[in-house]
């Protein structure tokens, strides 16, 4: 398994373009305007504690306020507000919290009036983007991120990743990490922590206590609101989230960007440097590595799988529902079952691969195409499961239910990537079609399902524009010479005057449509 990350910059924004096996898995957009990122801290104000909702709104400088709920209160913020109080004022010279005097933890069924007031100075950290309507959801239980470790001021509890398994790795990791922690901060052990030395451990544990005592230097002299704590750069958060050795390139088409990867993959897995390029050929990154080809044939309401069969996604205000079609698939009745598990298995796969690419969260439910036999949806969910275990947001499942339905779970933290790929119509006509760079795989689509039904032995003709024609039959091999090696058939390809750029009919040799 092999994973490019492709880095394409513009003037207003950078684009990331995650690779595995070729296939793009996850695309993100990092733009300047970007003020509320997860991750950043702010020195922020109350506004006005809520008791209906248990919960504040805070100004953090967004035109909307952010929201805060009780229970994102963390149990120590009667130390955190009184430590912010002593910073602001210049009492407190010593940010390592070893001195530093702990108050009680605050009731976890509180009252948001018990705790907070207005117009109090308050630390908080962006846990949700602004999305739609909605403000930026916060928490004031802060957190920050290294390579290894996650460290969480106030705080002395030590966790270890769910995703490691093994019992004695966990042991290994929680005592020396316990061995290393400073007084005052609780740490998260992430699953790249794995098989990692007390050494690696101690290096980004001291990489994040130094981001604690800068961003408290700040606090001083910090105005409300203010950012006080940056999170990395998308580039950055990517590689230190899924950074791993099956990385076999990272391609940057901007020199000063591709020069800060560099010193940041230097830091963090120095025998991998030489993997990072500059890539500064006159075709543009993302046509380079197929992946403008990607986007227009992923995104939007269908998308394509092998073999004819297709998924439907819909987006409600509530929910997601995608639904799975087997397409041109063979539906007799001795092959129905067999034939439901093979696409349902490829659909699971690109489902999970969908919803990291589009970042899809709140509730999804899929429509995968009936099955009657119980272990078929056992290996069903499983094979679901399994292909999400790489994906970075938190998800829940649910067993398929009678009917073929998939209940799935996705954190949402950041807007929906929706990518327009209807293009204005070619031929004049003022509508949109489908994006014409499809129209190939489409071409290809009908041909295997013709070479599979009734008419596979028959002559067949493609009738095409001849712009299109042109593409077919051009170069060495030319896609008809393609077709002719995989399927031992010769298409003839005739150009007809009369068609329009993306109309074109399969016929047999007495110019009767194939269907």
């Known amino acids: 398994m092999n994973r490019e990350l492709i880095v394409r910059s513009s003037s207003d924004a950078v684009d990331f373009a995650l690779l595995k096996d070729g296939k793009l898995i996850e695309l993100h957009k990092e733009e300047d305007d970007n003020s509320f990122s997860v991750g950043d801290i702010f020195l922020a104000k109350i506004r006005k504690p809520v008791t209906g909702l248990n919960a504040a709104f805070v100004n953090v400088g967004y035109e909307k306020d952010a929201f805060l709920h009780y229970h994102d209160l963390g149990p120590q913020l009667s130390s955190m507000l009184k430590f912010i109080k002593q910073a602001r004022t210049g009492k407190l010279r010593d940010f390592s919290l070893k001195d530093f005097p702990f108050e009680k933890d605050i009731d976890k069924n509180g009252s948001i009036n018990e705790v907070i007031k207005a117009n109090q100075s308050l630390l908080v950290q962006i846990v949700k983007e602004p999305i739609s ?69 101690d290096k980004d544990l001291q990489n994040l206590l130094e981001k604690w005592t800068a961003m408290c230097k700040t606090l001083h002299k910090a105005q409300h609101p203010s950012k006080v704590l940056v999170e990395l750069n998308r ?73 004819g069969a297709y998924l439907v996604i819909e987006h409600t205000e ?47 439910v899929v429509d995968f195409i009936d099955m009657t036999r119980g272990d078929h949806r056992k290996k069903l969910f499983d094979h679901l499961r399994d292909e999400m275990k790489d994906d970075r947001a938190k998800h829940k499942i649910l067993p398929p239910s009678k009917f073929g339905l998939v209940q799935i779970t996705r954190q949402r933290v950041r807007p929906e990537m929706n990518i327009k790929t ?67 058939k010769w298409v003839k390809i005739q150009p007809r005057d009369a068609y329009t750029y993306l109309e074109y009919r399969f016929k047999d040799k007495e110019g009767k449509t194939l269907k």
């Open 235 to 307: 580039a950055s958060s990517i590689l230190r989230d899924v950074f791993n050795d099956s990385f076999t390139g990272i391609h940057v088409d901007n020199e000063e960007l591709y020069e800060n990867i560099k010193d940041y993959v230097l830091e963090i897995a120095p025998k991998k440097e030489s993997i990072v390029k500059h890539y500064n050929a006159p075709s543009p990154i993302f046509e380079k590595f197929g992946i403008e080809r990607q986007i227009k044939t992923s995104f939007g309401r269908t998308a394509t799988m092998s073999k």
């Open 318 to 364: 509530a929910l997601h529902v995608i639904d799975v079609n087997s397409g041109n698939r063979s539906n007799k009745a001795k092959n129905q079952e067999d034939t439901a598990l093979e696409v349902n298995m490829l659909a699971a796969s690109e489902i999970a691969r969908q919803l990291r690419l589009r970042d899809m969260g709140g509730i999804i």
């Open 422 to 488: 209807s293009e204005e119509n070619p031929n004049g006509s003022g509508q949109e079609v489908e994006a014409p760079i499809v129209l190939i795989d489409k071409i290809n689509f009908d041909l295997e399902r013709i070479l599979k039904g009734p008419n596979k032995k028959k002559s067949i003709v493609l009738n095409i524009h001849p712009f299109i024609a042109a593409y077919l039959t051009k170069g060495a091999p030319s896609i008809r010479q393609k077709w002719f090696l995989e399927h031992k």
């Open 133 to 201: 309507t909605k403000g930026p959801r916060i928490s004031s239980e802060l957190s920050i991120a290294g390579r290894y470790l996650v460290m969480v001021p106030f705080s002395n509890r030590v966790s270890v990743s769910q995703k490691i398994e093994s019992n004695e790795e966990k042991s290994r990791l929680k005592r020396l990490v316990t061995s290393i922690k400073p007084k005052g901060f609780g740490v998260i052990i992430r699953t790249v922590a794995e098989g990692k030395k007390v050494a690696e451990l």
